[in-house]
């Protein structure tokens, strides 16, 4: 069987993206490289990055990082453990690196996104409350 590019036993590029994004969720505790990334896709570091890039606008790793804090953001927002835990969970042992990492990104410190949440839970609760 002979492979041809675009052929019906070429991999379609949106499912190597696809497969790559999910390879990157299940390892949201982890530190990964491009590289590991790329060859998880069958492609070469230079050919993923452009793909990837070109199907989600964002750099492999930067998108990466933005998955680890979509899930530090649901952590904050459903749990009580301690944001130094959550970092552990989303790959980074310095919790005071994972600070400032939260707080490029979402222009808050994980306290103070927390602290924002509760208080929306609690306005949202007193509506119920009242509604009833």
Known sequence: ???????????????VIARSIQYMRNRLD????????????GLSISHFSHLFHKTTGL???EYFIRLKLE??????????IKIKNIAVMV???DPYYFSRL????????????????EGRRRI?????MEAV
């Open 1 to 15: 069987t002979f492979l041809y590019p675009g052929g019906a036993g070429a991999p379609q590029k949106e499912d």
């Open 71 to 80: 899930k530090a953001c649901i952590l904050l927002y459903d749990s009580d």
């Open 102 to 117: 939260f707080k490029k990104h979402m222009e808050m410190s994980p306290h103070q996104y927390r602290s924002l949440q």
């Open 124 to 128: 949202g609760e007193n509506v119920v």
């Open 59 to 61: 750099p492999p790793l």
């Open 30 to 41: 982890k530190i990964l490289t491009i590289k590991e990334v790329a060859d998880a896709g």
């Open 91 to 93: 790959g980074y042992d």
